[in-house]
């Protein structure tokens, strides 16, 4: 029989809930009593979001946070050391140390900007100094309190590498202060490389694949025996879903296309990654309208969640843009849709975002359009590599190009099929496809809080 433990979750943001339901789930299933708090500067979705996803038993609140003046000293410092880290990442895009340095709080970049500053922060002795500052801070007095007040057996914290002001890394921070046991679950599949630091270690790691695994100990400095492989959570859902696909008559009249005519479905990425990517579509449609075989294909634009402004007045021929304003696959009808988007095409195509791994999950035919303009996040980023590498989905060049390959999926040939599903076996559920990664993640927290 297992025993019932006292479970304290501090995710950073409300809309983060989905990260780590399957989690949440698996730990409740067991009976154990778990309270959920989030950083309410940081969450963009009210507590009743959160709710539609977990157990009505489950508490689920706002952290107390402190807003003195002196933190934010810390959280300077904290970023700066994350700045200087991308130094160390040899081989990742320059894209990301530019992006963390154009969101850093402006009397960093001040500071940064700063002749000769670089250089010095660079120094062993200056990180050490830095270092030493943060591992050697007092936690806040907020999260100490409430805390000892709920006393939980284990403490789970993530992202905790997002930078600035965080619940999730404080509360981390006043669990190892008090000799709590604490587990950070990795957020996605880029978090390790494209994000922050992990400056406060866990007792546990809990990565997807051997590569975080690697990634954990190289760029975050955490020993491989605090790590454990669990495989992707978030990616649970997938493998649980029902998968009852609707009426194809009845989801091409909802969007107005033609089910008689082959239909891909592109997925936007982040603004960050690709910005407006309406010139990649406008060609990819241009190409498609010159072969005579598929000049008839229908494109459904999916746009990324957070970027999704410009395709508000965006037409073409044979295209839709739905939904207009993005929307994540979360609630039950969202799902569905994204799900029916998916299986009704020929081939999803996109620049690099975590949706063509929802795709090759599924076992659809997944198109990179690699660029030149968008080099830096794709062949120069350190996940997208993991693509590359298992040779998991095609890779092409030019919409021409594309248009070749999708001629070759109308006549069956899917030459990448067995490669989709090795990517899946190792970097997803290296554990095993019948296993849910979120019971094997419950399992080592358990663990932990017994001990």
């Known amino acids: 029989m297992i025993k019932k433990h006292k479970i304290l979750f501090v995710i950073r943001a409300t809309n983060h809930i989905l990260y780590f339901q399957s989690i949440i789930e698996a730990l409740r299933k067991n009976k154990h009593q778990i309270n959920v708090v989030f950083d309410k500067d940081c969450s963009s979705k009210p507590l009743s979001y959160v709710s539609k996803f977990v157990d009505k038993k489950i508490a689920i609140n706002f952290a107390p946070r402190s807003d003195s003046k002196i933190r934010k000293v810390l959280f300077y410092i904290q970023d700066t050391l994350s ?151 978030f990616f649970d859902s997938w493998f649980q879903y029902s998968r009852s696909l609707s009426s194809k008559l009845k989801f091409c009249k909802k969007l107005g296309l033609n089910p008689n005519y082959p239909i891909i ?85 996109g620049v690099n975002t975590s949706g063509m791994i929802d795709a090759m999950i599924l076992n659809r035919p997944t198109i990179a359009m690699i660029t030149k303009q968008y080099s830096k996040t794709q062949d120069q980023a350190e996940h997208f590599q993991q693509l590359i590498t298992h040779k998991a989905i095609a890779f092409i060049k030019s919409p021409d190009e594309l248009v070749a390959y999708l001629a070759l999926l109308l006549e069956g040939k899917d030459r990448f099929k067995e490669n989709r599903l090795k990517f899946i076996r190792n970097f997803i559920r290296p554990k095993g496809l019948e296993r849910l990664a979120g019971e094997i993640a419950a399992n080592i927290i358990e663990k932990l809080a017994q001990q």
Not at 97 to 126: E, H, M, Q, S, Y
Not at 163 to 178: I, T, V
Not at 313 to 331: A, C, H, I, M, S
Not at 336 to 344: G, I, K, N, R, S
Request: charged share 25%; proline share 6%; hydrophobic share 40%.
């Open 83 to 233: 700045y200087r880290n991308y130094f160390k990442i040899k081989t990742q895009s320059v894209f990301y140390r530019d992006r963390w340095k154009r969101n850093l709080a402006w009397p960093i970049r001040l500071f940064l900007n700063i002749p000769g500053i670089t250089p010095l922060i660079l120094t062993k002795l200056v990180g050490k100094v830095l270092e030493f500052i943060v591992k050697t801070a007092p936690a806040e007095k907020e999260s100490i309190e409430y805390i000892l007040n709920f006393k939980p057996d284990v403490l789970i914290a993530s992202p905790c590498d997002f930078g600035f002001s965080s619940a999730d890394l404080e509360y981390l921070r006043a669990a190892k202060k008090l000799g709590i046991p604490t587990v950070i679950p990795v957020f996605s599949w880029d978090n390790l490389t494209t994000k922050g630091l992990i400056h406060i270690k866990p007792d546990k790691l809990l990565v997807w694949n051997k590569v975080q695994s690697l990634e954990a100990q190289t760029v975050h400095n955490i020993k491989k025996e605090d790590i454990e492989i669990t495989g992707s959570p």
């Open 265 to 349: 479905t592109y997925l936007g990425s982040s603004v960050d990654t690709a910005g407006d990517e309406r010139w990649l579509i406008t060609k990819i449609r241009e190409a498609l309208d010159k072969n005579k075989s598929l000049k008839n294909t229908q494109i459904i634009v999916r746009p990324h969640p957070h970027n999704s402004s410009f395709y508000q007045n965006f037409t073409l021929p044979n295209l839709v843009v739905y939904p207009k304003r993005g929307t994540l696959p979360d609630e039950k009808k969202a799902r569905q849709l994204f799900y029916d988007c998916l299986m009704f095409s020929l081939a999803v195509v």
